[in-house]
């Protein structure tokens, strides 16, 4: 809440030519709250100034805790020399994150101003394929060598730790940079005068191959609860590791497109606020679409009833009651079993137990809602056997729409295909007409007679 309760006050300083205490307001806060109150700042011309405002050796950081977008229009506004001296300086996954958003010609100009060590990096780490944990390393963590003594190792961190990501985890390679081995700080300060290092590592380290995917990556970082992640190529070689802060954005940007998924939005790769209109347009329209012509079956099922319908009316009456209850009920099932299968709580040959659980479910929800819609039927038209035709399809959909919704989700991870893809709105139109085949051949039955 800093940065909205400064912006006002910002502004009005910037208005009266108030830069000695504007330059102290900005001084005064954390890296992190003075990139909020840039982003914060309405005017495109005032974000460039504050940030000129910030000495050099702070300018980095706040830069780093810029939104993407907001890095570019600074960038653009920059000089050649005060540009060359941020991408230099700048940690290198947050310099990648910036260059995987330019255009190619704005990239090849921008790495031209890299020194010839980080144009290396740079080029090598954007050569790994978009979705890999390759993309997210930062060669930034401490080196050591198992024939080190603790002192030695204590004196290197000293000397290079100010550079890196973590001091916390070590990581012992062998001549050839591959990886043996991995020692804690803890160790290393409590280890006994003149111990080796290779005496104290712990051979047994968790990593990842560079080409494995950042998503499968997280989920191996959240589970053995790391400080960072070290990645390695097929020989077995470190080439480098990635971090808390990393990890928490790829988790993040993978529940928001699972999200999207179930509410049936292909899913943009820009936040909301900085989408362009047609591209959120094409997003929302291009699932509605197909939903659409999925949906017009159920014209198809009702005019192949419209007998029935005609005989009786009353019939349509609770028709969206009944078609509702069975969409929510299958969105809940599959919001369930795709939020399962996400966490690896439910696996994919889990297929028959997960079914049979839902079905029990569905049993007793239908059952439930059956009583309560045959309850509205018999108060609204006092026809027993109309009342009856409602309960029995609520109760037959609702089964049906529970178990539907946890099927599809199972299918498509076993196809190999993203389970968010079956969004809601889909299961849902798949219920709606199921539900009106079942209502009508039920009413069908029971009031011909």
């Given at each position: 809440?800093?940065?909205?309760?400064?912006?006002?006050?910002?502004?009005?300083?910037?208005?009266?030519?108030?830069?000695?205490?504007?330059?102290?307001?900005?001084?005064?806060?954390?890296?992190?709250?003075?990139?909020?109150?840039?982003?914060?700042?309405?005017?495109?011309?005032?974000?460039?100034?504050?940030?000129?405002?910030?000495?050099?050796?702070?300018?980095?950081?706040?830069?780093?805790h810029l939104e993407p977008e907001e890095q570019k229009n600074i960038i653009f506004?920059?000089?050649?020399?005060?540009?060359?001296?941020?991408?230099?300086?700048?940690?290198?996954?947050?310099?990648?994150?910036?260059?995987?958003?330019?255009?190619?010609?704005?990239?090849?100009?921008?790495l031209k101003l890299l020194s010839p060590s980080q144009r290396k990096i740079a080029v090598e780490i954007l050569g790994y394929p978009e979705d890999s944990v390759g993309r997210l390393i930062t060669p930034d963590y401490v080196r050591l060598y198992e024939d080190m003594s603790v002192e030695n190792a204590l004196d290197h961190i000293r000397k290079v730790g100010i550079d890196t990501e973590t001091i916390y985890n070590c990581y012992v390679?062998?001549?050839?940079?591959?990886?043996?081995?991995?020692?804690?700080?803890?160790?290393?300060?409590l280890a006994v005068s003149g111990t080796k290092v290779g005496k104290i590592m712990d051979k047994e380290v968790i990593k990842v191959n560079v080409y494995t995917d950042r998503e499968e990556a997280a989920k191996i970082f959240k589970k053995y609860?790391?400080?960072?992640?070290?990645?390695?190529?097929?020989?077995?070689?470190?080439?480098?590791?990635?971090?808390?802060?990393?990890?928490?954005?790829?988790?993040?940007?993978?529940?928001?497109?699972?999200?999207?998924?179930?509410?049936?939005?292909?899913?943009?790769?820009?936040?909301?606020m900085e989408s362009k209109l047609f591209s959120i347009i094409w997003h929302r329209s291009f699932w509605l679409i197909v939903l659409v012509l999925?949906?017009?079956?159920?014209?198809?099922?009702?005019?192949?009833?419209?007998?029935?319908?005609?005989?009786?009316?009353?019939?349509?009456?609770?028709?969206?009651?009944?078609i509702d209850a069975g969409g929510n009920a299958g969105t809940q099932s599959a919001t369930v079993i795709i939020r399962g299968l996400a966490t690896e709580e439910i696996k994919a040959f889990d297929f028959i137990r997960v079914i049979w659980r839902e079905s029990l479910v569905g049993i007793f929800i239908g059952l439930i809602l059956a009583f309560f819609g045959f309850l509205r039927a018999?108060?609204?038209?006092?026809?027993?056997?109309?009342?009856v035709s409602v309960g029995i399809s609520m109760g037959i959909t609702i089964l049906l729409s529970t178990t539907i919704g946890a099927m599809l989700p199972l299918v498509f991870r076993k196809l190999k295909v993203?389970?968010?893809?079956?969004?809601?709105?889909?299961?849902?139109?798949?219920?709606?007409?199921?539900?009106?085949?079942?209502?009508?051949?039920?009413?069908?039955?029971?009031?011909s007679s």
């Amino acid at each position: 809440m800093l940065d909205k309760v400064l912006t006002p006050e910002i502004k009005r300083l910037i208005k009266q030519k108030r830069f000695d205490e504007i330059k102290k307001i900005i001084l005064s806060l954390l890296p992190e709250d003075a990139a909020s109150l840039i982003e914060e700042t309405p005017d495109p011309w005032d974000k460039v100034f504050l940030f000129r405002m910030i000495p050099a050796p702070v300018s980095v950081e706040v830069f780093e805790h810029l939104e993407p977008e907001e890095q570019k229009n600074i960038i653009f506004s920059l000089s050649d020399e005060k540009v060359k001296s941020l991408l230099n300086e700048m940690a290198v996954d947050e310099r990648t994150e910036l260059f995987e958003d330019l255009p190619a010609e704005i990239f090849y100009k921008l790495l031209k101003l890299l020194s010839p060590s980080q144009r290396k990096i740079a080029v090598e780490i954007l050569g790994y394929p978009e979705d890999s944990v390759g993309r997210l390393i930062t060669p930034d963590y401490v080196r050591l060598y198992e024939d080190m003594s603790v002192e030695n190792a204590l004196d290197h961190i000293r000397k290079v730790g100010i550079d890196t990501e973590t001091i916390y985890n070590c990581y012992v390679l062998d001549k050839t940079s591959r990886l043996i081995g991995i020692v804690s700080l803890k160790d290393l300060v409590l280890a006994v005068s003149g111990t080796k290092v290779g005496k104290i590592m712990d051979k047994e380290v968790i990593k990842v191959n560079v080409y494995t995917d950042r998503e499968e990556a997280a989920k191996i970082f959240k589970k053995y609860d790391l400080i960072a992640l070290p990645v390695v190529d097929n020989s077995g070689k470190l080439l480098g590791i990635v971090t808390f802060d990393d990890f928490v954005d790829v988790l993040e940007e993978e529940a928001t497109e699972d999200f999207e998924k179930i509410a049936a939005v292909i899913p943009g790769n820009k936040p909301y606020m900085e989408s362009k209109l047609f591209s959120i347009i094409w997003h929302r329209s291009f699932w509605l679409i197909v939903l659409v012509l999925f949906e017009s079956l159920s014209g198809f099922v009702l005019q192949h009833y419209s007998e029935t319908i005609r005989r009786m009316v009353s019939l349509t009456f609770f028709l969206p009651l009944l078609i509702d209850a069975g969409g929510n009920a299958g969105t809940q099932s599959a919001t369930v079993i795709i939020r399962g299968l996400a966490t690896e709580e439910i696996k994919a040959f889990d297929f028959i137990r997960v079914i049979w659980r839902e079905s029990l479910v569905g049993i007793f929800i239908g059952l439930i809602l059956a009583f309560f819609g045959f309850l509205r039927a018999l108060f609204q038209q006092g026809n027993w056997w109309l009342s009856v035709s409602v309960g029995i399809s609520m109760g037959i959909t609702i089964l049906l729409s529970t178990t539907i919704g946890a099927m599809l989700p199972l299918v498509f991870r076993k196809l190999k295909v993203d389970p968010a893809l079956m969004s809601g709105p889909l299961i849902t139109t798949i219920v709606d007409v199921s539900g009106v085949i079942i209502y009508f051949e039920t009413a069908k039955l029971l009031l011909s007679s």
